[in-house]
C-alpha cells in the first residue's frame, strides 16, 4: 500500500506511529472498562473508542492529504 501510493519514509513512519498510538487508546480504554468492571461495550467507553478513532482519522488525513488517505481506506 505504501509503495503503490509512494509515500516517503518519513510519512510512513509517522502514519505508523498514528495507528499504535490509537491501538494503545484502545488498549488503554479496554484495561480501564476492565477495572471498573464494565462490558467493553459500555457507552462511555464506546462514545472515546469513537473519538479516538476520529483523532486518528484527522491524524491521518494530515499525514496523507485526502485523496491519499481515500486510497487507505479504500484498500
Do not use: T
Not at 37 to 47: G, V
Request: aromatic share 6%.
Amino acid at each position: 500500500m505504501f509503495k503503490r501510493l509512494g509515500l516517503a519514509p518519513e510519512r510512513v513512519e509517522k502514519f505508523m506511529s498514528n495507528v499504535m498510538a490509537l491501538e494503545e487508546r484502545f488498549a488503554d480504554l479496554s484495561a480501564a472498562a476492565e477495572a471498573k468492571d464494565l462490558d467493553d461495550n459500555d457507552e462511555a467507553i464506546a462514545r472515546l473508542r469513537g473519538q479516538a478513532m476520529r483523532e486518528c482519522e484527522v491524524a491521518q488525513r494530515e499525514v496523507l492529504g485526502a485523496d491519499d488517505y481515500q486510497r487507505v481506506v479504500d484498500f
